[in-house]
């Protein structure tokens, strides 16, 4: 069954840095843009960044200049390196992956099983 798993995340100081990974179990021809998606309690979940399987990058205006995601399309994994966190970043990060876009929230096909990220102050 095609399906992603996400690792990593945990619970870090403002100013600090940690990093997440998600692979995708499945066929590599299923799925093009990766990424993630984050929510904080009373929220609504929110885009965080992309990857293409071309390497083009998206970012959420919030985490430029702080986070980084890259992909090693041959192993199906993507990875988000979350630096200079703030307490604002404390969420569940959820990874995303779809074999059209994961711009659209309501149609993206797989989800990570997210992955708490606590930013203190």
């Known amino acids: 069954q095609d399906q992603l798993e996400e690792s990593g995340g945990g619970l870090v100081r403002a100013g600090g840095s940690l990093s997440l990974s998600c692979v995708f179990h499945?066929?590599?021809?299923?799925?093009?843009?990766m990424g993630w998606y984050r929510q904080a309690p009373g929220k609504q979940r929110e885009f965080v960044a992309s990857?293409?399987?071309?390497?083009?990058?998206d970012y959420a205006d919030s985490v430029k200049g702080r986070f980084t995601i890259s992909r090693d399309s041959a192993k199906n994994t993507a990875y988000l390196q979350m630096n200079n966190l703030k307490p604002e970043d404390t969420a569940v990060y959820y990874c995303?992956?779809?074999?059209?876009?994961?711009?659209?929230?309501?149609?993206?096909?797989?989800w990570g099983q997210g992955t708490q990220v606590t930013v203190s102050s």
């Open positions: 990857i293409t399987r071309a390497g083009i990058r």
């Open positions: 995303a992956a779809d074999r059209n876009s994961i711009a659209d929230i309501r149609s993206i096909s797989y």
């Open positions: 499945g066929s590599v021809f299923s799925i093009r843009p």
